[in-house]
């Protein structure tokens, strides 16, 4: 089977490790990768994250932490990820004493850095989207490997996408239980779709997985 | 003796449950409370808070999250902490979908909401201050119980007071290693300075509360 260009958020969990392990090996090798956030790292603790890598070795692994402190307080966080490819942060924190420091940080550790410049819920618009160029401009100066632009207002995915070019990975929440259906993020220039409660509450996640696999088939999607 | 308006944030301790333990007993009662993040939580767990809150019961417990996510992640994440009587999130998230649901939440459990406006990198002049307006007035319909502004550019904390009035808590992190003097923030109209390495890296942190203490009493700063 091709991997769909999913990621699955594992928050609705809720740090029960046994069932973490299970949907990971269950969808192992049918979706990109997982992600794992404060929902799951603080009632199990980092080893929540090696479980995950062991059910599923070949899996990006993205700690969704969105990281938003100062460079000294997230490094200190960060030093705990081993398990991690990839970690998630606020690119409203600005380059100078915070985000150049977690940049520098990963790079080194060889994890990729993701920038939130929009995200999926209604006050998004209170404050984050009107700052929206000033956030691409702090992407543009930091580099990352990936940001994340939501589904629920995809023509933010476009002019992410236009601002930042074609090699950034944008990664793109929202799908589901927050209303976007999936393939809206890659319809309009995502990389990959974050998909939670939808796969995560679903007494049969592999059937939503070939849904969601017919439905990326008929928008003509293309699998990684 | 008198309790100093002092936060002291245990990041720079590591997770290192004794370490913890033992400041926050040596300190107990000198200081106003604690302050405890990632650095700590995430390869402690919960238990490290059920630690600050046997050492010293009376202290104020501040869950310094820095939480910036949508309600269903904060609130998920929020349910971990039954010994925190403060919970720290960004204001730059928004009202909708975000902190009105995590407000209700604390409410219903009896914990107080901080939210950052401002903060004590540089790097906060790049997005956050140029939108203080806009998280100023988040804050002002969120209604929490406290601010965090950074000693750093104290004006911002003289904004903040002028625009959110005199029963708001402001919360100020900077000094020390990040480079205002202990009393900067309280001169300039905090409640509560908050103040990390200086304390916890000191061999006596003891005599390092009774510096702050001749500083603020030269200041003229009422302890509580």
């Given at each position: 089977m091709e991997r769909l260009s999913i990621i699955v958020a594992l928050d609705a969990l809720g740090g029960n490790i046994e069932k973490v392990e299970k949907l990971a090996r269950v969808l192992c090798g049918s979706v990109e990768g997982f992600k794992l956030g404060w929902p799951n790292l603080l009632p199990a603790?980092?080893?929540?994250?090696?479980?995950?890598?062991?059910?599923?070795?070949?899996?990006?692994?993205?700690?969704d932490l969105k990281l938003a402190d100062i460079a000294y307080t997230m490094l200190q966080t960060a030093q705990h990820l081993p398990w991690a490819d990839?970690?998630?942060?606020?690119?409203?924190?600005?380059?100078?004493?915070?985000?150049?420091?977690?940049?520098?940080?990963?790079?080194?550790?060889?994890?990729?850095?993701?920038?939130?410049?929009?995200?999926?819920?209604?006050g998004s618009r209170e404050a984050i989207d009107p700052c929206l160029n000033r956030l691409i401009n702090i992407a543009r100066a930091v580099r990352p490997w990936g940001i994340v632009a939501p589904a629920t207002r995809p023509w933010i995915i476009g002019i992410a996408r236009r601002?930042?070019?074609?090699?950034?990975?944008?990664?793109?929440?929202?799908?589901?239980?927050?209303?976007?259906?999936?393939?809206?993020?890659?319809?309009?220039?995502?990389?990959?779709?974050?998909?939670?409660?939808?796969?995560?509450?679903?007494?049969?996640?592999?059937?939503?997985?070939?849904?969601?696999?017919?439905?990326?088939?008929?928008?003509?999607?293309?699998?990684?």
């Open positions: 603790g980092p080893r929540i994250g090696e479980a995950v890598r062991q059910a599923c070795p070949q899996a990006m692994i993205i700690a990839a970690v998630i942060a606020h690119s409203f924190l600005g380059v100078e004493g915070a985000l150049d420091g977690l940049k520098e940080y990963l790079d080194k550790n060889n994890k990729k850095l993701v920038l939130v410049i929009s995200m999926s819920h209604p601002e930042l070019g074609p090699h950034i990975k944008i990664l793109s929440p929202g799908i589901g239980a927050q209303g976007a259906e999936p393939g809206t993020a890659i319809r309009n220039g995502a990389d990959l779709e974050i998909i939670g409660r939808l796969i995560t509450r679903s007494p049969n996640p592999e059937k939503i997985i070939n849904k969601i696999k017919i439905n990326y088939n008929k928008s003509n999607i293309t699998n990684n």
